[in-house]
């Protein structure tokens, strides 16, 4: 199999660190996790807009084997740059689907119900794996249209005792 993973890096955080019982996710772990459950063998962390002084953030998470995508923003900007990397995840699942398809399956790492349309498409084509959603509690309503079979939560004690740090 050769699945690919899109990660919207600011969901799987926040919905780790702020969910019900809060928690710290291993991306070196929860790497390894996902080539050997969903057998993913690229891995792209999105992660908004590039910061300087979060460089060393940037090659932690590269050194844990994922492929970091940036948030483009105009240099002239001069209003406060927002990390909303949900259009850009689309776009590249979608551009895959079209000019590439040399996968199998995607999987997804998130929770936000922005994905849903795209996610009930991928599932229609067979080419969707599993939704990776950081807790039950912060997951999409509209996810609950879908069958057990592919969603699962990052906050279920036993996914948890394998990704978490130690």
Do not use: C
Not at 52 to 59: D, S, T, V
Request: aromatic share 14%; hydrophobic share 35%; glycine share 4%.
């Amino acid at each position: 199999m050769n699945n690919i993973a899109y990660i919207d890096g600011q969901n799987l955080i926040y919905g780790t660190t702020h969910s019900v019982n809060p928690w710290n996710i291993d991306l070196k772990r929860f790497r390894v996790y996902l080539h050997d459950k969903y057998h993913v063998n690229e891995a792209y962390y999105f992660i908004g807009s590039y910061d300087a002084k979060h460089q060393e953030l940037y090659n932690q998470i590269q050194k844990s084997g994922y492929i970091l995508i940036f948030r483009e923003h105009s240099d002239s900007s001069i209003s406060k740059k927002k990390g909303n990397v949900d259009t850009d995840i689309v776009f590249m699942i979608m551009k895959e689907l079209i000019e590439n398809n040399s996968f199998d399956k995607i999987v997804l790492v998130s929770g936000d119900g922005d994905y849903w349309r795209m996610v009930d498409y991928l599932i229609k084509k067979d080419k969707f794996e599993k939704l990776l959603a950081p807790s039950q509690k912060g997951m999409s309503s509209l996810y609950r249209r879908i069958s057990d079979n592919y969603r699962s939560f990052l906050d279920q004690i036993e996914i948890q005792k394998k990704i978490e740090s130690k």
